[in-house]
């Protein structure tokens, strides 16, 4: 997998595509976020997010992990490269920091089939302190017939661009319970095809 190619035309596509609905809906619970904590982001993209924090919350120290090296190089020119930020090169999977007050995934778990899914769940429950909470923010299934349309066209352009595996996506929500995680609150947009989760620890 590997987002190298499309990095230079992901904003405006999605622009194209979703409006303002992909950056409303990763920053609609980023008010959840303390100021002075400790953040990772995993599969940042190019930084609008980490952005949003950066303008609204004071003393972070943020973890910005990302597989695709383009995509890090406009993360960091779009943020001015701050020094409270550590760019990180990598893929998820071999990323082992820990004891974070919040985990940002955007639009990561789409990506991957059940097995990885479990996986990357069971490393953030890992990677949060025993207070720590997590912001996930991806698309769902739902039963309009526009919406299947168009996951099925996006999984089709990824794997042709990405060599993205995954074909169809897996209901997050189920996983969560067998790693004592509970949503605590949640944003939805586009009748549902889009969400913002904020997910505690039982």
């Given at each position: 997998?590997?987002?190298?190619?499309?990095?230079?035309?992901?904003?405006?596509l999605a622009q194209v595509v979703f409006g303002n609905t992909l950056e409303e809906a990763k920053v609609s619970l980023l008010g959840e976020v303390n100021n002075c904590t400790k953040v990772l982001i995993i599969g940042g993209g190019t930084g609008s997010s980490l952005m949003y924090l950066l303008n609204h919350k004071n003393g972070l120290q943020v973890?910005?992990?990302?597989?695709?090296?383009?995509?890090?190089?406009?993360?960091?020119?779009?943020?001015?490269?701050?020094?409270?930020?550590?760019?990180?090169?990598?893929?998820?999977?071999?990323?082992?920091?820990?004891n974070y007050d919040f985990i940002i995934t955007e639009f990561f778990f789409d990506l991957f089939e059940d097995q990885k899914i479990n996986?990357?769940?069971?490393?953030?429950?890992?990677?949060?302190n025993s207070n720590g909470k997590w912001i996930n923010t991806d698309f769902k299934n739902v039963s309009p017939i526009r919406y299947r349309f168009l996951l099925k066209a996006m999984y089709l352009f990824f794997r042709l661009t990405s060599n993205v595996k995954a074909q169809?996506?897996?209901?997050?929500?189920?996983?969560?319970?067998?790693?004592?995680?509970?949503?605590?609150k949640e944003q939805i947009f586009n009748n549902g095809f889009i969400s913002s989760q904020l997910i505690s620890q039982f």
């Open positions: 997998m590997q987002f190298d190619f499309v990095s230079a035309f992901y904003d405006p973890d910005f992990v990302e597989s695709s090296l383009k995509m890090i190089t406009k993360a960091n020119v779009n943020t001015k490269s701050p020094g409270n930020v550590n760019f990180i090169h990598s893929h998820f999977e071999n990323y082992m920091g820990s996986s990357y769940i069971h490393q953030i429950k890992n990677g949060l169809f996506l897996i209901h997050l929500d189920a996983h969560l319970k067998n790693y004592n995680f509970k949503i605590q």
